[in-house]
């Protein structure tokens, strides 16, 4: 079944740095979403970005998506300690009545 | 407008007994997901239902388990029978439509006994 795969599965910064996580998925879609779940805590929706949507913004995110590479890319600039948490980015099938399929998310640590 | 709304938070049961796992979709969504989520891991699909249809089960395991959004209430995920191996993170969401943003819930974390 389709699932968006997150690259790399742990990440440790200082507070400052830029992170950047990576997802890939296998089929195509029709909308790429990404979560950040904090230990123990619920999901928290970041971005939603279409397919026929390249970047999108939102504060200190970015978010890109490469339809013919089948990837997306989550950047965080300037992180702040507050950051650290899973995230996760889910995908839907292009196809109505599916659900959204997660990756096995990356945990980033953000050390001050 | 209150989140999505999923209660216990926390549930304990022991083996054999049976598990209901409330969720409230947010106002005006009619589409709720639930998933299962273990420690250090990603959360899996388990259904995805609307007022009173089923749409996709096919996460969910064949025995023990079921789920229903009724017109009126909440969804309901109940297991039957729980056994240790149920003990897990379970979250529901909900969705305006298809192809909308997915809200979810704060979970609740079901420990068997």
């Known amino acids: 079944s389709q699932q968006g795969e997150e690259d790399p599965q742990a990440l440790s910064i200082q507070e400052g740095e830029n992170a950047t996580m990576n997802c890939s998925y296998k089929?195509?879609?029709?909308?790429l979403q990404w979560y950040r779940q904090n230990s123990g805590r619920g999901l928290v929706h970041l971005i939603l970005?279409?397919?026929?949507?390249r970047e999108k913004h939102s504060g200190r995110l970015r978010v890109t998506l490469d339809t013919s590479k089948k990837s997306s890319s989550l950047l965080i600039t300037a992180s702040r300690a507050a950051d650290t948490a899973s995230y996760f980015c889910?995908?839907?099938?292009?196809?109505?009545?599916?659900?959204?399929?997660f990756g096995k998310g990356t945990t980033l640590s953000v050390s001050s | 407008n209150a989140g999505v709304m999923q209660n216990p938070r926390h549930l304990v049961r022991r083996r054999g007994q049976e598990a209901r796992l409330r969720c409230s979709p947010m106002?005006?969504?009619?589409?709720v997901y639930w998933y299962r989520q273990l420690p250090e891991e990603g959360l899996k699909f388990m259904v995805y239902?609307?007022?009173?249809?089923?749409?996709?089960e096919s996460g969910m395991p064949k025995e023990r388990f079921s789920a229903e959004f009724p017109k009126e209430g909440p969804s309901i995920l109940r297991i039957q029978q729980v056994v240790r191996g149920d003990s897990a993170a379970y979250f529901c969401?909900?969705?305006?439509?298809?192809?909308?943003?997915?809200?979810f819930g704060q979970g609740t974390r079901l420990t068997v006994v």
């Open positions: 969401a909900s969705s305006e439509q298809d192809y909308t943003e997915a809200f």
């Open positions: 089929t195509s879609i029709n909308n």
């Open positions: 970005i279409r397919s026929n949507e």
């Open positions: 889910a995908t839907d099938a292009n196809q109505a009545g599916t659900a959204l399929i």
């Open positions: 106002k005006g969504h009619s589409h």
């Open positions: 239902l609307q007022k009173e249809n089923i749409i996709d």
